[in-house]
């Protein structure tokens, strides 16, 4: 049997009962990380245990929302559990991206439980240089 020390244990407990699993209709929130990398804007979310294909990532205009599901494992009849707290149902997190991005060209990859997805960033929000012409033939001022 597990044991373990945690004096919030009983009030995680007590939460987790009274908001209950994540459904589709009310799903729980999900960890992320948003950074930048060079040309790209990174966002890589916390779905251990989840399978790929129980990830769905769809982008509506600048709207990213990425929705998830953790499904109990396959247990036996004669299975009694001691400890679960692994949470199980529907995690969702939508994030507004900037104008600035390219959401027609971007990746996504599933690694050791962590979706990351790698979105560039549109050409025409880098940086560039301009160059200035100056008049072709000198002027002379008259007066």
Same mark, same amino acid.
């Given at each position: 049997?597990?044991?373990?020390?945690?004096?919030?244990?009983?009030?995680?407990?007590?939460?987790?009962?009274?908001?209950?699993?994540?459904?589709?209709?009310?799903?729980?929130?999900?960890?992320?990380?948003?950074?930048?990398?060079?040309?790209?804007?990174?966002?890589?979310?916390?779905?251990?245990?989840?399978?790929?294909?129980?990830? *769905?990532? /769809?982008?509506?205009?600048?709207? %990213?929302?990425?929705?998830?599901?953790? $499904?109990?494992? &396959? =247990?036996?009849?004669? !299975?009694?559990?001691?400890?679960?707290?692994?949470?199980?149902?529907?995690?969702?997190?939508?994030?507004?991206?900037?104008?600035?991005?390219?959401?027609?060209?971007?990746?996504? *990859?599933? /690694?050791?439980?962590?979706?990351? %997805?790698?979105?560039?960033?549109?050409? $025409?929000?880098? &940086? =560039?240089?301009?160059? !200035?012409?100056?008049?072709?033939?000198?002027?002379?001022?008259?007066?």
């Amino acid at each position: 049997m597990l044991m373990r020390t945690d004096p919030f244990r009983e009030l995680d407990r007590l939460t987790q009962q009274l908001m209950g699993p994540g459904t589709w209709s009310r799903p729980a929130a999900m960890p992320m990380d948003a950074y930048r990398d060079g040309d790209d804007y990174v966002v890589a979310f916390d779905l251990p245990g989840v399978a790929p294909d129980a990830i *769905d990532v /769809d982008v509506e205009r600048n709207m %990213l929302t990425v929705k998830a599901e953790r $499904r109990p494992a &396959p =247990r036996a009849d004669a !299975v009694q559990m001691e400890l679960a707290e692994r949470p199980l149902g529907v995690f969702s997190r939508q994030i507004v991206l900037a104008d600035t991005l390219d959401t027609e060209r971007i990746k996504a *990859d599933y /690694d050791a439980g962590v979706l990351t %997805l790698r979105i560039p960033i549109a050409e $025409r929000a880098k &940086p =560039r240089r301009i160059s !200035v012409n100056g008049p072709t033939t000198p002027r002379e001022i008259s007066g």
